[in-house]
Each structure stands twice: as C-alpha cells, then as structure tokens.
C-alpha cells in the first residue's frame, strides 16, 4: 500500500488556477483508478474527479470544463489541473487511492 501526499493548494482569486499534485510512496502504474476529493467546511467529502489506468477519466458536473485529472506513472503522481476557479471551489483537497486518502491541501479562493 503506498502512502499518498498531497502538494499545490493555496489561495487564489476567482477565475485564477492552481494544480495540485499528489506523490505517492511507490508505483502507481497498477493502481486503479485514483482519484481526488474535496470537502469544505461543514460539508461532506465529495468525488471530484477520478482516473483509471487506461486513463479514461470521470468528473463531477460542478466541476467539467474547468479542472483536468491527469497522471504520471512514471513519476508516480497525480494531478488534478483547476482553472476558472470559484469561492465554492474552497475546500480541502484530497488524493485518493487503495482505499485511503492523503492528508490533504487547502484550496481557498477569494470573491
């Protein structure tokens, strides 16, 4: 089981962008899929975005067309690219993989 750590959040204006990053300890190459969260105050964790290892990806409705799932097995990471960002995109972020999560990067973005 590898450990997951995520990297790449801060704050932002609206309409501005961030990648996040997510490292894992070891191969990634079979792990399949991977995927990101995100919770934000008061709510609950919510899937994001997910990718598989053929790299056929899914996403959330609140969030198609502005954010991009990718990964590297090479580099045993996985990105989650967000752009055109709003205040209710604030929230913890969070890698997912083997059935745990990573510790999570904040994400605020500012009216």
């Known amino acids: 089981q590898v450990w997951l750590m995520e990297s790449g959040g801060g704050l932002v204006q609206a309409g501005g962008s961030l990648t996040l990053s997510c490292a894992a300890s070891?191969?990634?190459?079979?792990?399949?899929?991977m995927a990101w969260y995100r919770q934000a105050p008061g709510l609950q964790r919510e899937l994001v975005a997910s990718i598989d290892y053929g790299e056929r990806t899914y996403y959330a409705d609140f969030v198609k067309g502005r954010f991009t799932i990718s990964r590297d097995n090479s580099k045993n990471t996985m990105y989650l690219q967000m752009s055109s960002l709003k205040p209710e995109d604030t929230a913890i972020y969070y890698c997912w993989a083997e059935s745990q999560y990573g510790r999570g990067t904040q994400v605020t973005v500012s009216s």
């Open positions: 070891g191969s990634i190459f079979n792990i399949n899929p």
